[in-house]
């Protein structure tokens, strides 16, 4: 199984989108600075996850999630919880 998932790094307000094999290992790196992108912002919070069956939907659907209409559905998905963020930057990165 693997996974796409987003992150909230709550300095910021920023959204980060990744997928990965092993969502627990992921993570764990995320939040001991071990990502070179949420190292300088974190804590960072799980925000969203899916499940995909191979590696390669989990990387189409990454990138999907960073494309425009992606970027739209993560608003509208998260609407509630970003609402409490002052700044819900969703970046490309």
Wanted: hydrophobic share 30%.
């Amino acid at each position: 199984m693997h996974y796409t998932y987003v992150l909230l790094s709550q300095p910021d307000g920023r959204i980060y989108t990744g997928y990965t094999a092993d969502l627990r290992k992921r993570l764990w790196a995320h939040q001991h600075g071990r990502v070179r992108w949420t190292a300088s912002r974190r804590p960072v919070r799980l925000v969203y996850y899916e499940a995909c069956r191979s590696q390669e939907d989990a990387r189409r659907r990454e990138g999907f999630l960073k494309s425009g209409k992606g970027k739209r559905y993560l608003r509208n998905r998260l609407a509630a919880h970003l609402s409490s963020v002052s700044r819900n930057k969703l970046e490309r990165h």
